[in-house]
């Protein structure tokens, strides 16, 4: 048991301790900035109370650094925490970084980092350096894709027939079109169901232009950063701009579920379409001629803003259509090149489409795409089981379609 002597010594160290802390606590908090740039042989500081000159110090640009309470000058540095905007870098100039902060367009110091267009980065509490990356983007051009030429395209021939007239034409017959005062078209709306081909259309598009193709699905451009969809945005123009130097041709620009980001401007609960639908009409009026082809697709035309799909942006509207009985016949076709089939190939897909089509189903291209491969896996089941090679036939894809009739009565009761 602790003695009165021994308590009392236990309470003044405890004494002395609070002591200091009220002391220090009493203490003025030491001002910080970061080193935004130069004047002469001076440092400019962003601090909380403005901008700040001082002798130039040890430190580099972008630093933040805690300062002495009298001189105001540098001593000791501090890692920055997340004190201003996170955004996307749209363009890289010689003397700076092109970013959007709340919604405007600004050019920030490099500070001490190397960027490339696309890097999400952290500024400086001013807005005004960058003082660390955050993310490195991945890839700054058109992606290569594989050919998809017309006749890969089941059906859908008014479709193909319109985007020829509207991509083809115009670079097959340039004179033609300059004769008549006509300039390529630089917007096209592809409007129908899930499934039926918007993207493979797309993709036909880039490979009649030899061009690259950026796809890119409306909610990815979405970010809960202010500014960073606007510079989403413009990073896609950005890169079909890089794809028209290096290569000289076009690069589709593909937004599929348009709607997510070009819905009406106003409307209740959509308040980043005020912000994003003006920066996507500016980079389309910006558009240098035939440097870029914009798709857009969507199974919701009425959600998208006026503006966007109006005639001088958006020229051709082209409907998507659900395939019929034919339509899917050529599309099985397309599918079943290179597979082998038992008996007669054509007899074998008129009677699998006919009992395909006696269902009440969703039909699209992507739903016959799948009765192929559901048909190939009942094969190679059997003929491993058996083992044997004995081709596709009507059995399999009789189980295929009642398989996905299955799987969308079970969709439908969920």
Known sequence: MATDKELLAEARARLAEMQADLERLAQAALPYGTIIGKDGERQVLATSH???????????????VL????????????????????????????????????????????????????????????????????????ETRAPK?????W???????????????AVELPRKHPQ?????????????????????????????????????FISVKGPEILDPYVGVAEANVRNLFRMAEAHKAEHGTDAVIFIDEAEAILG??????????????????????????????????????????????????????????RPDVKDAKGIMNIHLRGRPVRGNRDEVVEKSIQ?????????????IAGLVQKAMAHAITRDIKAKTKTGLCHEDFAHAVNTIKAQELEQYAA
Do not use: W
């Open 355 to 367: 009992h395909l089509y006696m269902q009440e189903l969703p039909y699209s291209g992507a739903l």
């Open 67 to 138: 300062l002495k309470p009298m001189s105001s000058q540098p001593f000791e540095k501090v890692n920055a925490v997340s004190i201003g905007h996170i955004v996307d870098i749209s363009r890289v100039h010689a003397i700076g970084a092109e970013v959007s902060v709340n919604g405007s367009a600004s050019l920030v110091s490099f500070g001490s980092h190397e960027v490339k267009m696309g890097d999400r980065v952290l500024l400086d509490a001013s807005s005004s350096v960058i003082v660390a990356v955050v993310e490195r983007t991945k």
């Open 176 to 212: 033609v079109y300059a004769f008549y005062g006509k300039a390529p078209t630089n917007g096209i709306l592809l409007e129908g169901p899930p499934g039926c081909g918007k993207t493979m259309l797309g993709k036909a598009v880039a490979t009649s232009v030899g061009g690259g």
């Open 264 to 321: 009406h401007r106003g409307a209740r609960h959509n308040y980043m379409s005020n912000t994003i639908v003006p920066q996507f009409l500016t980079e389309m009026d910006g558009l240098e001629k035939s440097s870029a082809i914009v798709i857009l697709a969507t199974n919701r035309r009425d959600m998208l803003d006026p503006a966007v799909i109006r005639d001088g942006r958006v020229d051709y509207k082209v409907e998507v259509a």
């Open 151 to 165: 006749d890969d395209i089941g059906g859908q021939e008014e479709a193909k027939a319109r985007l020829i007239e």
């Open 50 to 64: 403005g901008y700040l000159a001082v002798p130039k110090s040890k430190f580099k640009l972008g630093d933040t």
């Open 145 to 149: 894709i594989e050919k998809i030429l």
